[in-house]
C-alpha cells in the first residue's frame, strides 16, 4: 500500500508540472513593465529595489497567491520579495520552496530563488547571499515602507540587514506605484472586461432582489453573477448594505430586506486582478420617490461634467471646481458624502485602491489629468453612484453599460 500511495502522488505531480503556465499578459509586456520600473529606479537614484507588495509583485511579474504571510506566525516571516537592480534586466523573486508550481504557472521571472525553510535567519541569509553573489549588495537600497507585506517586525529586520551589508535604505513606495498609473491598452482592455463583469453581477443582484432576503443573500446573487462571467474575487468585500442612507465600509450582514429599501451594492469586477468599480442603487418593490430621482440625476450630471472636461494636460482642480460650482447651483454642496475617484487597476487583498486620486473640492491639488489613468469616480449624495473611468485624448469615458440613475428591483 505504501508504494501505491508514493506512485500516486508522484503521479499527482507529475500531472502538475505537465501543465503549461497561463500568463495574464504577454512576456514583452512584462518586459516594457521591468524598463519603466528601472527608468524610475534611475530617475529616484535607488540602485536595488525590494518589491514586496502583492499588488507590485503581480503587476512587475504576474505572480498571484492567496497568501503572503501578512499577519504570519513570528515563526513564519513574509519575506517573499521580488528584487530588482538599476544596471540588470534580470527579475529575481525569492519565495519558499512549496510555492515553486505556482510561481512557474503564473509568473514570467528569469530566476526563481526558492528557499528550503520559512526560518526568519536561515530565509533572510539566504537572500541575502544570493544578492551578495550578484554584486547587488550595494548602494542605495528601495523598500515599500506603504505596503502591508512585510509586517513592521520583519521589515525593520530587511533594512537593519541590507544596512548592516552596506546599503543605505529608504522608501521607494511612491517608486514602485508611480510607474503604474498610466496604463497599457492591454490593461485597459482588461479594465473593460472587468467593468462587464461587474454589469453581470449588478444585472444578476437586481434581477434576484426580494424582500425578505438578507443583505447576505444579495451579496450571494451578485458574487455569484460575477463567477458566472469569468469575475474573480475582489481585493476587498463587495458590500451590499440597506437603509436610509448607504453606510459606506459596511459589511454586508443577516439584515432582511424590505419593501421601500434603498439597496446599495458596491463590488468590483475583477479579471486577472484587474479592478473595475461600479456602484448602484436599488429601490426595492417601490417606485424611487422625487427627490431620490433628483439626488440621481444631480450625481449622474456630475459623471457628465467629468468625462467633458477632464482632457489630457487639463489641471485637474479646474475641472473639480466646475464640479462643485455644479454641485453648489443644485443645492447639495454640504449635503454631499464625498466627490472624487482614486486610481483603479492590478490589487489584491486587503484593498483595491491605487496611489492616485483626486477629490472635488481640493484646490490645493496641482496634478493634471493624462492618457491613461483610470480611475472610479463616486459620485455620492446620499446614495453612491460610482463607475470606472478611462481617460483618453480626447476626454474620458465610462466603463458599465447600466444607466446612471437610481434603479428599481423587486
Same mark, same amino acid.
Request: net charge negative; hydrophobic share 40%; glycine share 8%.
Given at each position: 500500500? #505504501?508504494?501505491?500511495?508514493?506512485?500516486?502522488?508522484?503521479?499527482?505531480?507529475?500531472?502538475?508540472?505537465?501543465? !503549461?503556465?497561463?500568463? #495574464?499578459?504577454?512576456?514583452?509586456?512584462?518586459?516594457?513593465?521591468?524598463?519603466?520600473?528601472?527608468?524610475?529606479?534611475?530617475?529616484?537614484?535607488? =540602485?536595488?529595489?525590494?518589491?514586496?507588495?502583492?499588488?507590485?509583485?503581480?503587476?512587475?511579474?504576474?505572480?498571484? #497567491?492567496?497568501?503572503?504571510?501578512?499577519?504570519?506566525?513570528?515563526?513564519?516571516?513574509?519575506?517573499?520579495?521580488?528584487?530588482?537592480?538599476?544596471?540588470?534586466?534580470?527579475?529575481?523573486?525569492?519565495?519558499?520552496?512549496?510555492?515553486?508550481?505556482?510561481?512557474?504557472?503564473?509568473?514570467?521571472?528569469?530566476?526563481?530563488?526558492?528557499?528550503?525553510?520559512?526560518?526568519?535567519?536561515?530565509?533572510?541569509?539566504?537572500?541575502?547571499?544570493?544578492?551578495?553573489?550578484?554584486? /547587488?549588495?550595494?548602494?542605495?537600497?528601495?523598500? !515599500?515602507?506603504?505596503?502591508?507585506?512585510?509586517?513592521?517586525?520583519?521589515?525593520?529586520?530587511?533594512? &537593519?540587514?541590507?544596512?548592516?551589508?552596506?546599503? @543605505?535604505?529608504?522608501?521607494?513606495?511612491?517608486?514602485?506605484?508611480?510607474?503604474?498609473?498610466?496604463?497599457?491598452?492591454?490593461?485597459?482592455?482588461?479594465?473593460?472586461?472587468?467593468?462587464?463583469?461587474?454589469?453581470?453581477?449588478?444585472?444578476?443582484?437586481?434581477?434576484?432582489?426580494?424582500?425578505? *432576503? @438578507?443583505?447576505?443573500?444579495?451579496?450571494?446573487?451578485?458574487?455569484?453573477?460575477?463567477?458566472?462571467?469569468?469575475?474573480?474575487?475582489?481585493?476587498?468585500?463587495?458590500?451590499?448594505?440597506?437603509?436610509?442612507?448607504?453606510?459606506?465600509?459596511? /459589511?454586508?450582514? @443577516?439584515?432582511?430586506?424590505?419593501?421601500?429599501?434603498?439597496?446599495?451594492?458596491?463590488?468590483?469586477?475583477?479579471?486577472?486582478?484587474?479592478?473595475?468599480?461600479?456602484?448602484?442603487?436599488?429601490?426595492?418593490? &417601490?417606485?424611487?420617490?422625487?427627490?431620490?430621482?433628483?439626488?440621481?440625476?444631480?450625481?449622474?450630471?456630475?459623471?457628465?461634467?467629468?468625462?467633458?472636461?477632464?482632457?489630457?494636460?487639463?489641471?485637474?482642480?479646474?475641472?473639480?471646481?466646475?464640479?462643485?460650482?455644479?454641485?453648489?447651483?443644485?443645492?447639495?454642496?454640504?449635503?454631499?458624502?464625498?466627490?472624487?475617484?482614486?486610481? *483603479?487597476?492590478? #490589487?489584491?487583498?486587503?484593498? /483595491?485602491?491605487?496611489?492616485?486620486?483626486?477629490?472635488?473640492?481640493?484646490?490645493?491639488?496641482?496634478?493634471?489629468?493624462?492618457?491613461?489613468?483610470?480611475?472610479?469616480?463616486?459620485?455620492?449624495?446620499?446614495?453612491? *453612484?460610482?463607475?470606472?473611468?478611462?481617460?483618453?485624448?480626447?476626454?474620458?469615458? @465610462?466603463?458599465?453599460?447600466?444607466?446612471? =440613475?437610481?434603479?428599481?428591483?423587486?
Amino acid at each position: 500500500m #505504501s508504494e501505491a500511495l508514493h506512485r500516486y502522488v508522484a503521479s499527482a505531480y507529475e500531472q502538475l508540472s505537465a501543465r !503549461e503556465p497561463s500568463y #495574464s499578459f504577454t512576456r514583452e509586456e512584462y518586459r516594457a513593465r521591468l524598463e519603466r520600473l528601472r527608468a524610475a529606479m534611475a530617475r529616484d537614484g535607488f =540602485d536595488l529595489l525590494l518589491v514586496s507588495s502583492p499588488d507590485a509583485m503581480c503587476w512587475l511579474h504576474g505572480y498571484q #497567491s492567496r497568501w503572503y504571510k501578512g499577519h504570519s506566525p513570528t515563526t513564519w516571516p513574509p519575506l517573499q520579495c521580488t528584487v530588482v537592480h538599476v544596471d540588470s534586466d534580470e527579475l529575481v523573486h525569492f519565495d519558499v520552496a512549496h510555492h515553486a508550481e505556482l510561481l512557474r504557472l503564473c509568473s514570467v521571472a528569469d530566476h526563481f530563488r526558492l528557499a528550503d525553510a520559512d526560518g526568519p535567519r536561515e530565509y533572510l541569509s539566504f537572500i541575502l547571499d544570493d544578492l551578495r553573489a550578484r554584486g /547587488w549588495l550595494r548602494g542605495r537600497a528601495g523598500m !515599500e515602507h506603504w505596503s502591508h507585506v512585510p509586517n513592521r517586525a520583519t521589515s525593520e529586520v530587511v533594512q &537593519a540587514a541590507l544596512e548592516g551589508a552596506g546599503c @543605505t535604505v529608504a522608501d521607494a513606495s511612491t517608486t514602485v506605484r508611480g510607474v503604474r498609473r498610466v496604463k497599457s491598452p492591454a490593461e485597459i482592455a482588461k479594465l473593460e472586461q472587468a467593468a462587464a463583469v461587474c454589469d453581470a453581477g449588478l444585472q444578476a443582484m437586481q434581477a434576484a432582489l426580494r424582500p425578505g *432576503m @438578507t443583505e447576505l443573500e444579495a451579496w450571494a446573487a451578485l458574487t455569484s453573477g460575477m463567477a458566472a462571467h469569468g469575475g474573480e474575487p475582489a481585493a476587498l468585500h463587495e458590500s451590499v448594505v440597506a437603509g436610509p442612507i448607504e453606510l459606506g465600509h459596511a /459589511w454586508a450582514s @443577516t439584515r432582511k430586506l424590505e419593501v421601500g429599501d434603498v439597496v446599495c451594492a458596491d463590488p468590483c469586477g475583477v479579471v486577472d486582478r484587474y479592478h473595475a468599480n461600479i456602484e448602484r442603487y436599488y429601490v426595492l418593490g &417601490a417606485e424611487p420617490s422625487d427627490e431620490l430621482r433628483r439626488l440621481a440625476e444631480i450625481e449622474a450630471d456630475a459623471f457628465r461634467l467629468l468625462c467633458t472636461l477632464a482632457k489630457p494636460g487639463v489641471p485637474v482642480r479646474d475641472v473639480t471646481r466646475t464640479i462643485r460650482a455644479f454641485l453648489q447651483d443644485s443645492g447639495v454642496w454640504g449635503l454631499h458624502n464625498w466627490n472624487g475617484g482614486y486610481e *483603479m487597476g492590478c #490589487s489584491l487583498p486587503p484593498d /483595491w485602491v491605487g496611489e492616485w486620486h483626486f477629490t472635488v473640492g481640493d484646490d490645493d491639488c496641482e496634478d493634471v489629468f493624462e492618457a491613461g489613468v483610470v480611475t472610479n469616480y463616486e459620485s455620492i449624495v446620499l446614495y453612491p *453612484m460610482i463607475d470606472t473611468v478611462v481617460f483618453e485624448e480626447g476626454g474620458a469615458r @465610462t466603463l458599465s453599460r447600466l444607466p446612471l =440613475d437610481v434603479l428599481v428591483a423587486g
